[in-house]
């Protein structure tokens, strides 16, 4: 009887997560900036050896980068994944680019990472470049880093999991 009461309450404290405001929240407006183009997406390619995997237009990001990571109408170029002990990823990076400037990057990772509860560990601001570093609840780390071009702003991801 208590089995069932705990996972009915899970149930109910999932259910009750799920619909709350905050994951429900409108997603940021995207704006165009004229003048930035994006290169046309290719085929997928993918290479596996043992325990890399390289991607070069991936058709979606690795598993381990929720969804909001890479902003709407942006283009994966490269992704790879490192399979560690267990069959987890214990190294995996993300290329993409996007024609959003580092100002509107920055508005939008601050309020992304607000919503998925990331620490900023540093943050570091040059010259049309910036570098984040978080940290999420489970000690992953993350990096991001945005480098401002002209036609577009190319974005790093990087996840390491310390533990393996």
Do not use: W
């Amino acid at each position: 009887m208590k089995i069932k009461v705990f996972f009915f309450l899970s149930f109910c404290f999932g259910l009750s997560f799920a619909l709350s405001s905050e994951m429900n929240k409108a997603p940021l407006p995207i704006p165009k900036i004229p003048g930035k183009e994006l290169p046309k997406a290719q085929e997928q390619q993918m290479y596996r050896f043992s325990a890399l995997t390289i991607y070069h237009y991936p058709k979606e990001i690795p598993r381990v980068f929720a969804s909001g990571f890479v902003p709407p109408n942006s283009l994966a170029t490269h992704a790879t994944e490192y399979t560690g002990r267990y069959f987890t990823p214990s190294e995996v990076s993300v290329i993409y680019l996007t024609t959003l400037n580092n100002e509107y990057l920055n508005l939008y990772y601050k309020t992304f990472l607000e919503v998925q509860d990331l620490r900023i560990l540093q943050k570091e601001e040059k010259e049309k470049e910036t570098t984040l570093l978080l940290e999420t609840r489970t000690k992953k780390l993350i990096t991001i880093k945005m480098q401002e071009k002209k036609q577009y702003t190319r974005v790093k991801l990087f996840y390491r999991n310390i533990l393996y």
